[in-house]
């Protein structure tokens, strides 16, 4: 099995930063991808960014300019430091894996999430 355990969310003002760190474990081989992905209240679940174990980056045109995401292969880690937060920034933020484990299997993992709460 593999686990990811995210930590580093809260409430800031606008304009504020939080760093998100995401950590996976387990029967893991490799990890084709990993990123981040955040839900709103009423909203579906969006992508705000992700890596491939190549480094290759995507980021959501949201948050282009004020988030940064960065790997660790070493450590199995994914982080998301984000600045300039915005009260639209508000959402429960997920971390997601594509890993391919031990026994040669392909899967999609999900963390339990963390709320960042964006307010004055």
């Known amino acids: 099995q593999v686990q990811l355990v995210e930590s580093g969310g809260g409430l800031v003002q606008p304009g504020g930063s939080l760093r998100l760190s995401c950590a996976a474990s387990?029967?893991?081989?490799?990890?084709?991808?990993m990123g981040w992905y955040r839900q709103a209240p009423g909203k579906e679940r969006e992508l705000v960014a992700v890596?491939?174990?190549?480094?290759?980056?995507v980021y959501a045109d949201s948050v282009k300019g004020r988030f940064t995401i960065s790997r660790d292969n070493a450590k199995n880690m994914v982080l998301l430091q984000m600045s300039s937060l915005k009260p639209a920034d508000t959402a429960v933020y997920y971390c997601n894996a594509v890993v391919l484990t031990f026994s040669r299997s392909l899967e999609n993992i999900w963390g339990q999430g963390t709320q960042v709460t964006v307010s004055s």
């Open positions: 890596t491939s174990q190549d480094y290759t980056i």
């Open positions: 387990g029967t893991i081989f490799k990890i084709n991808a």
